[in-house]
């Protein structure tokens, strides 16, 4: 079992920049990795993923190119690096982990989650 739990979430102007980490208490080299958000009044939504090795890596097209997503498996920590943010990135952030055998973006296929985090984007 891990315990997940984000951080570095906040208000920013839009086109400013935020970095997002996820520590875990057990050892994240065992997990796929994902964030997830949830926007008030909508479902929870995939942003990216990350294998366990870190050799995978995928993104919602919404946040392609701007989002960065890596891991420290030495940290047990995994980041989302968000650039040039809009107002439509405004949600609470959710760190996840996945023991399963490939890595999916679906939020149901997640075993573990963070709390969330607030990340706000002002216009």
């Known amino acids: 079992q891990v315990q997940l739990v984000e951080s570095g979430g906040g208000l920013v102007q839009a086109g400013g920049s935020l970095r997002l980490s996820c520590a875990a208490s057990g050892r994240t080299s065992s997990y796929h990795m994902g964030w997830f958000r949830q926007a008030p009044g909508k479902e929870r939504e995939f942003v990216a993923a990350?294998?366990?090795?870190?050799?995978?890596?995928f993104y919602a097209d919404s946040v392609k190119g701007r989002f960065t997503i890596s891991r420290d498996n030495a940290k047990n920590t995994v980041y989302l690096q968000m650039n040039s943010l809009k107002p439509e990135d405004t949600a609470v952030y959710y760190c996840?982990?996945?023991?399963?055998?490939?890595?999916?973006?679906?939020?149901?296929?997640?075993?573990?989650w963070g709390q969330g985090t607030q990340v706000t984007v002002s216009s």
């Open positions: 996840a982990a996945d023991s399963g055998l490939l890595v999916v973006v679906f939020p149901k296929r997640y075993d573990y």
């Open positions: 990350i294998s366990r090795s870190g050799g995978n890596i």
